[in-house]
């Protein structure tokens, strides 16, 4: 595969220098201080650093999302913004950001008031929210508050009205929660469960599914969101899915779960391990709803498994293309090789 493909990697992990990462007795702080300090070093940068790893993954354009942690109040998600903004401005061809929106019970607003803040004065191209177990299955940060609360539909206006996507992402545990996570082992041990399989420990269908339940895209059709770990549990359930919905009695949304999960959701390939992964999702959700993604720097083999489903039968050439960079175009209003983004700059190839 030449150097000049281009590829847009759209789930690629950033963490401030403003959110502390040593040792901490608060319970409630995120447990940074057990991410490798290799991978720690390449989260908290956006420079030369993180440029010469995409070239030698051949990456055009990533697509920068903070890790959602928790605590995150509007002031912090704003301060989080501003200093990502400073960062990137310089090289809006090689990073496009995700806005870092707070998440607990009472905050709906003023994460809709951040996500128009940073796209009408940053352009950034959408919003990342953090989710987790809590209180309730797919609540988000805080007290057991949930995504489909109806305080977060000034969110989903925003949403819309900008035609920006919203990413669900896992939130980062927290130390109070490692003990539930991976038991009583020695750190050396939890530190690569966790940076490796934290996600898939707190993610569940059961959000995406009381998302849709609550008439959320009955009222905003046109609302787009990007999920990861949670949306690889969907495929193999959707199935099931269908049926729990055609035998659903009214009250019930408008449009069926599968016009939803077809028009209204993207899946990254952060974890799409191999070609048989890959193929099991392409057969459930339609091609133009997949996003290259490598999860940079946790995981950085997405360059193999292009070039394995390149030289396979499963796409064609244009179908491999739109998953590599031209879905990542349309769905972030940005433009690899000529055209403008939404900053109004091209987007260069290497």
């Not at 996600?199 to 339940?213: E, F, Q, V």
Request: with cysteine.
């Amino acid at each position: 595969m030449s150097t000049s493909t281009p590829f847009i990697a759209t789930e690629e992990s950033y963490l401030s220098p403003l959110i502390p990462f040593g040792p901490s007795s608060t319970p409630s702080d995120a447990a940074l201080h057990l991410i490798p300090p290799a991978t720690l070093s390449k989260l908290r940068t956006l420079g030369p650093l993180r440029v010469r790893d995409m070239r030698t993954s051949s990456i055009t354009l990533q697509i920068i999302s903070h890790i959602p942690i928790e605590n995150a109040t509007p002031q912090t998600c704003q301060k989080i913004n501003d200093a990502m903004y400073s960062q990137i401005v310089m090289s809006p061809d090689r990073f496009q950001a995700l806005a870092m929106l707070p998440c607990g019970r009472g905050v709906g607003k003023e994460a809709g008031r951040e996500l128009a803040r940073c796209v009408s004065k940053y352009r950034f191209v959408g919003g990342v929210m953090g989710v987790k177990r809590g209180g309730s299955e797919g609540s988000v940060d805080g007290e057991a508050g949930s995504l489909d609360d109806k305080e977060w539909e000034e969110l989903w206006a925003v949403a819309e009205r900008y035609k920006v996507p919203i990413a669900l992402r896992t939130v980062f545990p927290s130390r109070e929660k490692i003990p539930e996570f991976a038991g009583a082992y020695p750190e050396s041990l939890i530190g690569p469960l966790l940076t490796n399989f934290h996600a898939h420990h707190t993610t569940s269908p059961l959000l995406i599914l009381r998302l849709y339940l609550s008439g959320v895209f009955d009222r905003h059709p046109n609302l787009h969101l990007i999920l990861s770990q949670s949306g690889h549990s969907i495929p193999s359930l959707l199935p099931r899915i269908l049926a729990l919905d055609s035998s659903l009695l009214p009250p019930k949304p408008v449009r069926s779960f599968l016009d939803v999960w077809q028009h209204n959701f993207y899946v990254t390939t952060a974890d799409v391990l191999d070609l048989q992964s890959m193929r099991l999702l392409l057969e459930q959700i339609p091609l133009d709803r997949v996003l290259f993604a490598t999860g940079y720097p946790w995981e950085e083999r997405g360059r193999e498994l292009m070039k394995d489903l390149r030289e396979s039968s499963i796409v064609s050439k244009e179908e491999w293309e739109r998953i590599a960079f031209g879905n990542a175009e349309w769905l972030f209003g940005v433009k690899i090789g000529s055209g403008v983004g939404k900053d109004g700059k091209g987007v260069a190839r290497w």
